[in-house]
């Protein structure tokens, strides 16, 4: 079972930036198939990133051009770089891992896809 921890949360001023990490212990899939997810209170979870085994990423429209998603397979992290940060960006957020067979980009910023969860990181960005 792949055991996800992510880091890097915090409380930044709106404009401010943030980097958060996600470490990939035992599994077998690694770093190939993986995205961020959030949560604010009172909200779905939506997808923010996705990756796939070849690089290709995928970001939700609130965030395109503000967040980039990037990997290490040899560290086996998987980071969000969140830039430009909004107060609308305050939520609780979960990297996640899917299985080879839902590794297509389609299926990115999908929930449903995603089979292992880490506990998340808090970030709250004031106005």
């Known amino acids: 079972q792949v055991q996800l921890v992510e880091s890097g949360g915090g409380s930044v001023q709106s404009g401010g930036s943030l980097r958060l990490s996600c470490a990939v212990s035992s599994g077998t899939y690694g770093t190939d198939c993986m995205g961020w997810f959030r949560q604010a209170p009172g909200k779905e979870r939506e997808g923010v990133a996705g990756m796939i085994t070849d690089g290709t990423t995928r970001y939700a429209d609130s965030v395109k051009g503000r967040f980039t998603i990037s990997r290490d397979n040899t560290k086996k992290t998987l980071d969000l770089q969140m830039n430009s940060l909004e107060p609308e960006d305050t939520a609780m957020y979960y990297c996640?891992?899917?299985?080879?067979?839902?590794?297509?980009?389609?299926?990115?910023?999908?929930?449903?896809?995603?089979?292992?969860w880490g506990q998340g990181t808090q970030v709250t960005v004031s106005s």
């Open positions: 996640a891992a899917r299985r080879p067979a839902h590794c297509y980009i389609d299926y990115a910023l999908e929930e449903w896809a995603y089979y292992a």
